[in-house]
């Protein structure tokens, strides 16, 4: 991906955030989740209904890989079944750490595909991904029980 259009994309979602502001709905499943170093403290909420993630919205202050993640994060996943999103998610984490991973799957989130080569930077794109995933794991657990 050309870097000036990867650049672009990230600052427009670290400016322009989709779904930012948390909503007071019991139905909405939460997690935070914060870097222990550096300023990323990201409060996530998740709505799945009828097998499907309905929607999600976050709130606080991070970075814009941070930030830029969770906005495009969520934008992928909406509308995206249990194994769908967990699907996304693994081959995202996978891209991030450098292991195999389909590109297909992942939309937009391509643009952080050279994000390895910046090591201190890795955890600012999956702090997004690891909220999210604890998410699916108490869905997961609920529809167990």
């Given amino acids: 991906m050309d870097k000036n259009i990867r650049r672009e ?28 170093s550096c300023i990323d403290n990201i409060d996530m909420q998740l709505k799945y209904e009828d097998g499907i993630i309905k929607d999600i919205v ?9 930030t830029s993640a969770t906005s495009i994060l969520i934008k992928t996943l909406i ?6 999103a967990k699907t996304i998610i693994e081959n995202y984490k996978n891209m991030i750490n450098e292991k195999e991973y389909d590109e297909k799957l992942l ?23 690891n909220a999210i995933d604890k998410i699916l794991q108490i869905i997961d657990q609920k529809s167990k029980d």
């Fill in 58 to 66: 976050f709130d606080g202050e991070a970075c814009a890989i941070c």
């Fill in 107 to 129: 939309e937009e989130l391509i643009v952080y595909d050279e994000v390895y080569m910046q090591p201190n930077r890795k955890m600012c794109a999956l702090l997004p991904s």
């Fill in 79 to 84: 509308g995206k079944s249990l194994n769908q």
């Fill in 9 to 36: 994309i990230i600052l427009d979602h670290y400016q322009n955030p989709v779904n930012r502001g948390l909503v007071n709905d019991n139905s909405y499943i939460y997690q935070n989740t914060r870097s222990e």
